[in-house]
């Protein structure tokens, strides 16, 4: 039998062939009755230098293979497939932006760790020093269309109404009255009915955001005709905090649900609590050799450099990237979506602009034209300066409310599967998919025991009423978050 490169490939030498061979050479020498049992001096040579030579060959084939992206692996694939233009994609870690609350002044350092309520393996890192600042009162201004002559008012907050005010009503009537809610105490008040009613949260209502004043059992008139009012927030509400975003302790994908990254690991004077409002951006593991593998293959298959699938091929490798689609008007009048005759538009989420505007011009054909909403500068191997467009897909909030029946199978920690599957499904629609909730959400659920019926509520604004799909525009893409999905076992 032929060994080593042969018209097949790579054959190896294995070693009961090597050992085989020394025994046989062995024999020929010192006669068929030579001992080569594994007790005798003649056969620990034989194991040992078959063993060697074994390894020989072993290290020969992994150098054969490691020419090949089909049988390479770690690093040597990665130098294979440099060969074709494409590196591994490294792994990114989780981040989210963390709001720290405390003291005026207090300083976190960098390197504090921050950990998941239930779950102290999901542990993210502060990456800089960052300080608390002075927080704000909230101001909000209710302004009238006509200054009245006749009629009554009242103000609601949080589900209480104040005493009726008066069309004469002062601002101290307006402060009195508000301060006269179980909820409120320090609030100031300014202005009239001419310029508006300032009102001011100050003291115990301080420093904290507050829900939108309404006005309700209006009767005001001027003249007899009637009096509109309008409630603004005219400056936001905040306790003393500080915003950062912090980082995944390792790389990879660390979740961290919205409100949950709440436990200071190593505790500093000033800094009372922690929390993150919306649900961490997950990173993602050094790509596999599977992966890399099977995404080598995609790109040899692109048509040529210049092609629609070829951009959309070649703006997916880009890091950070995480939904690509694009368009093309192949009229010679403007299409219905304002794109030029004969023009492209690529739309993009994720990445960093200059990099999206490079990798369009280098796969773009020539004398075409690129079509979006942003528009970046590069500059091309002659030097000139070219303004490449690009479009970011409109981001829709999917609101998501679930009423669960369950038996005893459910776990204890079900509504949250059940919430993470629905997110983690959206996450997976791409730019333009329609939300679908029959049957592919409910699928979702799937694999989560225990629930014997499901109502969904889902739309794109708070407390949706029906379980209607959610129609996505073609340069839209639904945007979950675990903050707008509410999960409720009936």
């Not at 070693?15 to 594994?38: M, P």
């Not at 403007?334 to 999206?356: C, L, T, W, Y």
């Not at 629609?429 to 799937?446: F, R, T």
Request: glycine share 8%; hydrophobic share 35%.
């Amino acid at each position: 039998m032929t060994y080593g490169i042969t018209d097949e490939g790579f054959k190896v030498k294995r070693l009961a062939e090597i050992k085989s061979e020394i025994e046989d050479e062995l024999r020929l020498v010192f006669g068929s009755g030579v001992d080569l049992s594994s007790n005798t001096v003649f056969g620990q040579f034989v194991g040992i230098y078959a063993e060697r030579e074994a390894s020989v060959w072993e290290l020969a084939e992994a150098v054969y293979n490691s020419q090949y992206p089909k049988t390479s692996f770690k690093s040597q694939l990665d130098n294979v497939v440099t060969l074709t233009g494409i590196t591994r994609q490294p792994g990114v870690k989780s981040n989210v932006a963390l709001t720290f609350l405390g003291d005026v002044g207090t300083v976190i350092p960098s390197g504090s760790v921050f950990s998941v309520d239930g779950n102290s393996s999901s542990r993210f890192v502060l990456d800089q020093d960052v300080t608390i600042g002075a927080g704000q009162n909230e101001i909000q201004t209710i302004t009238f269309s006509l200054v009245p002559d006749a009629g009554n008012f009242k103000i609601r907050y949080n589900g209480q109404d104040t005493g009726v005010l008066a069309h004469g009503a002062t601002s101290q009537n307006v402060e009195d009255a508000l301060n006269g809610l179980p909820d409120l105490s320090e609030v100031q008040v300014t202005g009239d009915f001419s310029g508006g009613f300032l009102i001011t949260f100050q003291g115990a209502d301080g420093l904290k955001e507050h829900e939108l004043l309404t006005i309700v059992d209006n009767t005001l008139e001027q003249s007899s005709t009637a009096v509109t009012t309008a409630v603004t927030e005219t400056q936001e509400g905040f306790p003393n905090r500080v915003i950062a975003t912090v980082y995944g302790e390792e790389v990879g994908p660390t979740t961290a649900p919205s409100g949950t990254l709440t436990i200071i690991e190593n505790p500093i004077t000033g800094l009372n609590s922690v929390v993150n409002e919306l649900d961490a951006i997950v990173g993602n593991d050094v790509e596999s050799d599977s992966d890399l593998k099977v995404r080598r293959e995609e790109s040899l298959q692109r048509a040529g450099s210049s092609t629609l699938d070829a951009m959309v091929s070649r703006l997916s490798d880009l890091d950070d990237v995480t939904a690509v689609v694009g368009f093309e008007n192949i009229t010679m009048i403007e299409d219905s979506d304002g794109r030029p005759p004969k023009s492209f538009e690529m739309v993009v989420q994720g990445a960093h602009n200059q990099d999206i505007a490079e990798t369009v011009w280098e796969t773009k054909p020539g004398g075409i034209e690129s079509h979006g909403s942003s528009i970046e500068q590069i500059t091309d191997s002659q030097g000139f300066v070219r303004n490449i467009k690009f479009s970011r897909p409109t981001e829709v909030n999917i609101y998501v409310e679930i009423d669960l029946t369950t038996d005893s199978n459910f776990p204890i920690n079900g509504l949250t599967q059940v919430r993470d599957a629905v997110v983690a499904h959206g996450d997976a629609l791409g730019i333009g998919q329609d939300v679908i909730v029959y049957p592919k959400l409910l699928c979702a659920l799937n694999d989560i025991q225990g629930i014997t019926d499901v109502a969904i509520r889902i739309g794109t604004s708070v407390s949706p009423t029906t379980d209607d799909n959610v129609s996505i525009a073609p340069q839209e893409i639904s945007a979950w978050d675990t903050s707008r999905t509410i999960i409720t076992e009936v």
